[in-house]
């Protein structure tokens, strides 16, 4: 089970990656002032940079010294993209989660994070691990349990798991029903796979981490 938690993790979360540079623009936007639009909803750019702001500011607290954070920094430079991916995958899975009638209750959130916590030497242990190898803050760690359970109960319901071909095509399809509009910056996204993509686009321009911070602004 510990396993099965573990790889759900690495699939749904908004998984940091090895070092690479944010995205910044100039121009114009086709999405003025939003990152993303799903099922006519906007995830403004403000919201992004906020979830950016909190894994930063996390690993902030995590470290001694500006080395170990600028070591972090490094190791998670798609951070941005990474981010917009979790927060557009988090409204797909809720969606098919609805459409198939799973729900998830607050008990059942509490009682995953116990059993984590026991297993990770206490809370403090649970989010450290979940900051490290998931890139989640404190504050988001009952959020992304929600986000695992959904998807656990919707694999259960249609008799498969996480990982197999017919829990990713329901996705697809709620991914569908939802038209997922990315803005051009983050790339674009791709329903059948339920992924963000990137795209190439001659007015952006890479810049280092080092040298933007966390915003992904223009």
């Known amino acids: 089970m510990h396993r ?41 750019v403000s919201q992004l940079e906020n979830r950016v702001s909190e ?20 190791q998670t430079g798609t951070l941005t993209r990474d981010t917009l991916h979790g927060m557009v995958l ?19 959130i509490q009682e995953m994070r116990s059993g984590l916590e026991q297993q990770a030497g206490g809370a403090q242990g649970l989010e450290t691990a979940w900051l490290q190898q998931y890139g989640v803050p404190p504050q988001r760690i009952d959020e992304n349990l929600r986000l695992q359970l959904e998807a656990q109960k919707l694999a259960t319901k ?5 990982s197999q071909p017919a ?3 329901t996705l697809s399809t709620a991914s569908k029903e939802l038209g997922v509009d990315l803005n051009p910056r983050y790339g674009s996204w791709d329903a059948k796979k339920v992924s963000r993509v ?10 280092s981490a080092g040298a933007q911070g966390p ?4």
């Open 55 to 74: 894994v930063r500011d996390a690993q902030r607290a995590a470290v001694r010294d500006d080395a170990q954070y600028a070591q972090a920094i490094a």
């Open 4 to 44: 099965r938690r573990r790889r759900t993790a690495l699939l749904l979360t908004a998984t940091i990656a090895a070092a690479a540079p944010l995205l910044t623009a100039c121009g114009n936007d086709a999405h003025p002032g939003a990152a993303a639009v799903v099922g006519g909803q906007r995830i403004t």
């Open 158 to 162: 249609l008799g498969t798991d996480t």
């Open 215 to 218: 915003s992904a602004g223009a």
């Open 167 to 169: 829990f990713w095509n």
């Open 90 to 108: 988090d409204k797909v899975i809720q969606k098919a989660a609805e459409n198939a009638g799973v729900t998830v209750s607050r008990r059942e």
């Open 198 to 207: 990137d795209v190439a686009t001659p007015w952006v321009r890479e810049v």
